[in-house]
C-alpha cells in the first residue's frame, strides 16, 4: 500500500507511543527556516519530548493584573505576540513578574491595589 509511509522517527517520539506509520496526506516536504525572506526569527517555543506535555512558552512582559475576589490573575504578553490572562500560580516564577511588582512599587503581588478603575485604567495606558 503506497498510501502509507512509515518514519523513522526520533527516539524520544517512539518512547511517547507516536506511531511512526502516516496517511500521504498527512505528510509535507521538510522546509527550513529562510534566513533571507525570515531573518533573525526567533523560536518562541521550545518542545519538551521528555515526560512533561506541556510546551514552555517564553513571557515578554506583564501588562496588567486584575483581582476576583481573592483570586488575582496577570496579563501576559508573550514573544509569539499572544496575550492572555493567567493565573499567579503560572506567573509566580517569572522573572517578568518580578519586574511588574517593582513597576508597581510593591513587593509583594498581595500588595498590588485591588481597585477596578486603577486596574482598568492599567490596562488602558500600557503601549502595546
Same mark, same amino acid.
Given at each position: ?9 526520533? &527516539? ?16 509535507? =516536504? ?23 506535555? &506541556? ?17 488575582? &490573575? ?27 511588582? &517593582? ?9 498590588? =491595589? ?15
Amino acid at each position: 500500500d503506497t498510501s502509507n509511509y512509515t518514519l523513522d522517527l526520533p &527516539e524520544a517520539l517512539r518512547k511517547r507511543r507516536i506511531h511512526p506509520t502516516f496517511h500521504v496526506s498527512l505528510l509535507r =516536504p521538510h522546509q527550513p527556516n529562510d534566513d533571507i525572506a525570515f531573518p533573525g526569527r526567533d523560536v518562541t517555543m521550545f518542545y519538551d519530548f521528555g515526560l512533561d506535555d &506541556e510546551p514552555e512558552y517564553l513571557v515578554d512582559e506583564i501588562l496588567a493584573h486584575k483581582w476576583t475576589g481573592r483570586r488575582i &490573575e496577570f496579563l501576559v504578553r508573550f514573544e509569539d505576540g499572544d496575550i492572555l490572562w493567567e493565573s499567579y500560580d503560572n506567573c509566580k516564577d517569572l522573572e517578568a513578574l518580578d519586574r511588574y511588582l &517593582e513597576l508597581q512599587g510593591v513587593s509583594d503581588w498581595r500588595r498590588l =491595589p485591588r481597585h477596578k478603575d486603577r486596574d482598568r485604567r492599567a490596562l488602558t495606558m500600557r503601549p502595546g
